[in-house]
């Protein structure tokens, strides 16, 4: 079993930045895949940007390649995402994700919500042009 809890969301300008953390509780951290997605109103659920177990390796979708970075602290078993030059379609509730044991690191599977087991309660992020 694993708790997820988001924070950091809020309010911005357009090109501001926001840094969201997530808190994890239990003693698998380490060993899995974490995942950041996102929902806007009206639309489905859709991928951010997810890290290995290691944090070596990560991925980001196009729409926020360059300006959004995730990275991982295993010692204080939390997980961040570097927001910046934020857009107005950058609004959305932000969620972290932990995968499944044993998820491999690649796109087609890390991509996917249905290979994330646990979900943070959700983190609202609202950038204003």
């Known amino acids: 079993q694993v708790q997820l809890v988001e924070s950091g969301g809020g309010s911005v300008r357009a090109g501001g930045s926001l840094r969201l953390s997530c808190a994890a509780s239990g003693r698998t951290f380490s060993s899995i895949v974490m995942g950041w997605f996102r929902q806007a109103s009206g639309k489905e659920r859709e991928f951010v940007a997810a890290?290995?177990?290691?944090?070596?390796?990560?991925y980001v979708a196009d729409s926020v390649k360059g300006r959004f970075t995730v990275s991982r602290d295993n010692a204080k078993n939390t997980v961040s995402l570097q927001m910046n030059s934020l857009k107005p379609e950058d609004t959305a509730v932000y969620y972290c994700?932990?995968?499944?044991?044993?998820?491999?690191?690649?796109?087609?599977?890390?991509?996917?919500?249905?290979?994330?087991?646990?979900w943070g309660q959700g983190t609202q992020v609202t950038v204003s042009s």
């Open positions: 994700a932990a995968g499944r044991i044993g998820l491999p690191f690649t796109q087609y599977f890390v991509y996917t919500l249905e290979k994330y087991d646990f």
């Open positions: 890290i290995s177990s290691s944090g070596s390796r990560t």
